[in-house]
């Protein structure tokens, strides 16, 4: 059996993509949750959550994102940043955005907003699965 551990850089969209999903969902067990791939982007989610009656949609990013697109599809998005799995319910956050956000040329043009590393301002919308 081949147990060397993966470089993360080293792979490609798909396979970062399959990666995420996977530390994702085994964070989302801890919490009772049983996930499911999606094959089509279904309202916007990669995967679903369920627990119970609950469900949830998620869509996985790498960084912490907000889009148009996502307004209104009742989508949580998860993304890995620093070794620390976090959780966000999308459309919370769009009510808090900046004119200087929402006035740029990247969410008036691409309809989207990403930062690198996710600014503390929006901490408090944020769930850490990992703590």
Known sequence: MDLIR???????AKQKENFNFHKVAAALADYGYDSMRLNNDWEGADFIAVKGDSMIKVQL????TLSKKYIGKDLWI???ENGDIKLYEHDQVIP???SN?????????SG???WGKTP???NSFIILLNS
């Not at 993966?6 to 490609?12: F, I, R, T």
């Open 6 to 12: 993966v470089d993360y850089s080293k792979l490609n």
């Open 61 to 64: 990013k790498g960084r912490f």
């Open 78 to 80: 998860a993304f890995i």
């Open 96 to 98: 808090e955005l900046s």
């Open 101 to 109: 956000i929402t006035e740029s040329k990247s969410w008036k043009e």
């Open 112 to 114: 989207a907003y990403s």
């Open 120 to 122: 503390i301002k929006y």
